[in-house]
């Protein structure tokens, strides 16, 4: 009897619709953690938790299709498996780039999408439908019913011992990750830890909750959360150098974000060449900052304008661009205007993208010349839009529309050719491509190049039409072109072994030049980064700006603390960089077991990055006594 009964009890009958797109969806999302995301995997619990963390997740989404009729339920699980599989592939096509998953800050932003173009076609491979091969199979089986897949009614015991046992799971996998890396969740800025320990899915669920968090602190916000900020930026302001200040009083600002640059293209060759040989004439006749940092998060060239436009940090989710567009901001085009400068952003790409038209009036340009301000054409373009040369040629009549004004006028330039895939026409290829498994370095130095050259003919078009003297132009790296996927080849490139998390700190300086007519060239090497560009431009112009609330200070101060954080909490001072709770030495790339030498850094690497973020999420600029460029 006891025999018959453990038979019928637990004898395999099939496997129900529902347990059979967890499984394989679990099976599918574990797999994609090990092929297509680097993430660093130092023991054995760590690998475990990768395997347990998308369960939880699954058993609960999916599992609302128990409380449904067999037809509905069928189709809901299916319905469901599609969309989980798109956010997965989405993260995967996003880290092919970005080495970085997606947020709900950054999916927001899906006006950009339209302008992406062959950058994302370059980033999906026909491979990618074996990612979708569960939802083909969980539509055939729903289709033919094979004898394998049950379908039964669940009662109320059954689905409450089923959610008992996805919260038992979840927590269980919270308890683990939080014993293998204690407070956790409150380091929200490192995505590839909450993924790894947690799973994909719940830190999408746990970006959620925090985006919906900072969604109401704008609302609960008043002018008392300032106060502490205040009174960190007065005891940390440094005195600019008085040998620099107004050294180009009323002269015009031209200012360049050079789209993709990365310094380790300075004053190198591929097959004997010079990648840049006019940069490198140029920094002989400029101050050019060999040690300075980009600063950007996801929002990458807009975030490098937020940065320099206010000395203020970017966010560690999405882009302030799209998230906190309409705050108050005390910015360097404002404190211009104020001066009686003319204003403008030139950018050859549509008004929307990155939101532009709706942030630049926040920031306080005066005039914006976007795509309709150009003649764009075919045999004009390539990649993502007006080729470089085409843009400052055509970018001489905007100026001297400014200058007709009879005030000094400040102009930013947005380039575009050296933008990911790094796309060429032949005939513009003046160097060869390199040689390596990555056609994205590959292409880069082509694209590099002519960047170079187009400022070059720049120069000497402000040269011939009398604009060049009475200008201080001012270049910048605006974020890193190549990406951590690529490391390999930029290992073969740079002659190392490996790209180390010292070397990728590294990687992310950007070139800094100031080039002032008449000035004998420097090269500087204080640590410095995209926050201090706007002390430093209003000091060389000679205004004050020591009562605005900014995290940046002079670049050419003496007083200049040698330190720059960047968004994900890396940081860089003049002896040591600490990336990924590791210390290293700046000189050799060594390890510092010590890291109490670095504390009263990392407390303050913390304090800014969270100051910063309090300001744009509470808009506590609009509370600011000393905002003088209030609208």
């Known amino acids: 009897m006891k025999n018959i009964f453990f038979k019928e009890k637990f004898s395999f009958h ?252 300075i004053n190198n060759t591929l097959n004997g060449e010079e990648v840049t040989p006019f940069l490198n004439s140029l920094i002989k006749d400029s101050y050019y900052f060999e040690n300075f940092y980009h600063q950007v998060g996801q929002g990458k060239t807009s975030d490098s304008e937020f940065v320099t436009e206010n000395s203020l940090y970017p966010l560690d989710r999405g882009a302030v661009f799209f998230t906190n567009a309409e705050n108050e901001y005390t910015t360097t085009a404002e404190a211009l205007a104020e001066a009686g400068y003319e204003t403008a952003s030139l950018h050859a790409n549509n008004k929307s993208f990155w939101n532009r038209n709706v942030m630049y009036e926040s920031i306080g340009y005066e005039r914006f010349y976007d795509i309709d301000s150009y003649e764009v054409t075919e045999e004009n373009s390539v990649g993502w839009g007006l080729k470089d040369k085409d843009f400052f040629t055509q970018s001489i009549a905007h100026l001297k529309e400014m200058k007709e004004t009879g005030n000094p006028f400040y102009a930013k330039f947005i380039t575009l050719t050296n933008h990911h895939p790094y796309t060429l026409d032949e005939e513009d290829a003046t160097i060869g491509k390199f040689t390596s498994n990555s056609k994205t370095l590959n292409n880069y130095f082509q694209t590099v190049r002519y960047m170079d050259e187009s400022i070059e003919q720049f120069f000497t078009q402000l040269k011939e039409e009398g604009l060049y003297e009475d200008s201080i132009i001012i270049m910048y790296g605006d974020h890193y072109g190549i990406s951590e996927n690529h490391n390999e080849a930029m290992a073969q490139y740079l002659e190392k072994e490996s790209i180390t998390p010292f070397d990728s700190v590294q990687l992310q300086r950007v070139p800094l030049i100031i080039h002032i007519p008449g000035q004998e060239g420097e090269t500087i090497s204080t640590v410095s980064g995209q926050i201090d560009l706007k002390p430093t431009i209003l000091n060389l112009l000679g205004l004050d700006a020591n009562e605005d609330i900014q995290f940046g200070s002079d670049v050419f101060s003496e007083e200049k603390l040698e330190f ?65 460029y209030e609208d």
């Open 14 to 265: 099939g496997i129900s619709f529902i347990a059979l797109a967890i499984v394989m969806l679990w099976i599918k999302t574990y797999i994609t953690y090990k092929t297509s995301f680097d993430l660093t995997i130092e023991n054995g619990m760590q690998e475990f938790l990768l395997f347990i963390n998308p369960l939880s997740f699954l058993m609960l989404i999916l599992g609302i299709g128990l409380f449904l009729k067999e037809k509905n339920r069928a189709r809901y699980v299916l319905i469901t498996s599609f969309l989980i599989t798109a956010v997965l592939y989405g993260n995967v096509v996003y880290y092919r780039e970005f080495s970085d998953f997606l947020t709900v800050a950054l999916m927001k932003q899906t006006s950009n999408l339209g302008d992406l173009g062959s950058s994302i076609f370059t980033l999906i491979s026909p491979w990618d439908i074996l990612f979708f091969v569960d939802v083909i199979i969980l539509g055939l089986v729903m289709k033919f019913k094979p004898k394998f897949v049950i379908n039964k009614t669940y009662t109320k015991t059954n689905r409450r011992v089923y959610y008992l046992l996805v919260v038992a799971i979840g927590f269980f996998n919270l308890g683990l990750a939080e014993t293998e890396r204690p407070q956790l969740l409150t380091r929200s800025f490192d995505r590839e830890y909450l993924v790894k320990y947690i799973g994909t899915y719940n830190y999408h669920l746990y970006d959620l909750y925090l985006q919906t968090k900072t969604s109401a602190q704008r609302a609960l916000a008043d002018g008392s959360e300032l106060a502490d900020i205040e009174n960190y930026v007065r005891a940390n302001y440094k005195e600019p150098n008085e040998e620099m200040t107004g050294i180009a009083e009323g002269k015009n600002v031209i200012l360049i974000s050079l789209e993709s640059l990365q310094s380790f293209v």
């Open 564 to 628: 720059t954080v960047l968004r994900d909490g890396s940081f860089i001072t003049k002896d040591y960089v600490y990336t990924q709770e590791t210390l290293y030495d700046k000189a050799t790339g060594e390890i510092v077991e010590d890291q109490s030498v670095i504390e009263p850094y990392l407390e303050k690497a913390q304090t800014e990055l969270g100051y910063s973020d309090k300001i744009i999420y509470g808009d506590l600029l609009r509370f600011a006594e000393n905002n003088n």
